[in-house]
C-alpha cells in the first residue's frame, strides 16, 4: 500500500494549525489562552467555600476544567462564560457528556455584558487589562456576601480577604469586610 508523499506534511500542517488556532487566536478575542493549573483550580474551589446552594460562574472558562470539578466534587450550579467558538464548542460536548448537564449552563459571549446578580461565586483568570475593566460590572451586580476568586490577578482596587502565595489565588467578599457601603477602597481600610 503506497502512502500519498502530501499526507504527513498536510496532517502535520493541519495539527500545527489548530493547535496555533486554540492557542494563539484567542488573542483576537481579548485574552490568550493559558488554562489554570490544577492546584490553582482548587485551590479557587476551596477558598470559594462553595456549597450546593452556590452558582458559580467562571468568566474565560476555556475547556471547563473549574466548572466541571465545582460541579462534581461541590454540586453547585455553574455558569461558564467564553468569547472563543472552539473552546465554546469543547465546553458544549463535555457539558453534554457531563452526569449532570442540567446544573452546568454555557454562555457564548462578552463576559462584560453579563449581570452577576445571580452568583454567589465568581472565578477568574484574565488579565490585568480585564480585570480592572471588569471590576465596576461586579460592584454594581455582585449581591451581597458574594466570593470572587482569581487566579494570578488581584482586582484593582480591592483587598483580598485571602492571598495564597503558593498557587496566586486571591479571594474577595462583596461588600469587602468591614464596609458597611459597600465601596471598596485601595488603602484596605
Same mark, same amino acid.
Given at each position: 500500500?503506497?502512502?500519498?508523499?502530501?499526507?504527513?506534511?498536510?496532517?502535520?500542517?493541519?495539527?500545527?494549525?489548530?493547535?496555533?488556532?486554540?492557542?494563539?487566536?484567542?488573542?483576537?478575542?481579548?485574552?490568550?489562552?493559558?488554562?489554570?493549573?490544577?492546584?490553582?483550580?482548587?485551590?479557587?474551589?476551596?477558598?470559594?467555600?462553595?456549597?450546593?446552594?452556590?452558582?458559580?460562574?467562571?468568566?474565560?472558562?476555556?475547556?471547563?476544567?473549574?466548572?466541571?470539578?465545582?460541579?462534581?466534587?461541590?454540586?453547585?450550579?455553574? #455558569?461558564? #462564560?467564553?468569547?472563543?467558538?472552539?473552546?465554546?464548542?469543547?465546553?458544549?460536548?463535555?457539558?453534554?457528556?457531563?452526569?449532570?448537564?442540567?446544573?452546568?449552563?454555557?454562555?457564548?459571549?462578552?463576559?462584560?455584558?453579563?449581570?452577576?446578580?445571580?452568583?454567589?461565586?465568581?472565578?477568574t483568570f484574565l488579565w490585568p487589562?480585564?480585570?480592572?475593566?471588569l471590576r465596576p460590572r461586579l460592584?454594581?451586580?455582585?449581591?451581597?456576601?458574594?466570593?470572587?476568586?482569581?487566579?494570578?490577578?488581584?482586582?484593582?482596587?480591592?483587598?483580598?480577604? #485571602?492571598?495564597?502565595?503558593?498557587?496566586?489565588?486571591?479571594?474577595?467578599?462583596?461588600?469587602?469586610?468591614?464596609?458597611?457601603?459597600?465601596?471598596?477602597?485601595?488603602?484596605?481600610?
Open positions: 500500500m503506497a502512502v500519498d508523499p502530501y499526507l504527513l506534511p498536510l496532517v502535520l500542517f493541519a495539527v500545527v494549525a489548530v493547535v496555533g488556532y486554540f492557542v494563539f487566536a484567542s488573542f483576537l478575542f481579548g485574552a490568550g489562552y493559558q488554562p489554570t493549573p490544577r492546584g490553582a483550580a482548587l485551590e479557587m474551589l476551596r477558598l470559594a467555600e462553595l456549597t450546593p446552594r452556590d452558582t458559580l460562574y467562571d468568566l474565560g472558562a476555556g475547556t471547563g476544567a473549574l466548572i466541571f470539578r465545582a460541579v462534581r466534587i461541590y454540586r453547585v450550579r455553574a #455558569v461558564g #462564560v467564553e468569547v472563543e467558538p472552539i473552546r465554546f464548542l469543547v465546553l458544549r460536548i463535555r457539558r453534554a457528556l457531563a452526569p449532570d448537564p442540567s446544573r452546568i449552563v454555557l454562555h457564548w459571549g462578552n463576559l462584560f455584558a453579563l449581570d452577576f446578580a445571580e452568583a454567589s461565586v465568581v472565578a487589562g480585564a480585570m480592572d475593566r460592584e454594581a451586580s455582585l449581591r451581597p456576601g458574594a466570593r470572587v476568586v482569581s487566579h494570578c490577578h488581584a482586582i484593582p482596587g480591592w483587598t483580598p480577604e #485571602v492571598h495564597d502565595a503558593r498557587t496566586d489565588v486571591y479571594l474577595y467578599r462583596w461588600p469587602e469586610a468591614g464596609r458597611a457601603d459597600g465601596a471598596a477602597t485601595t488603602d484596605g481600610s
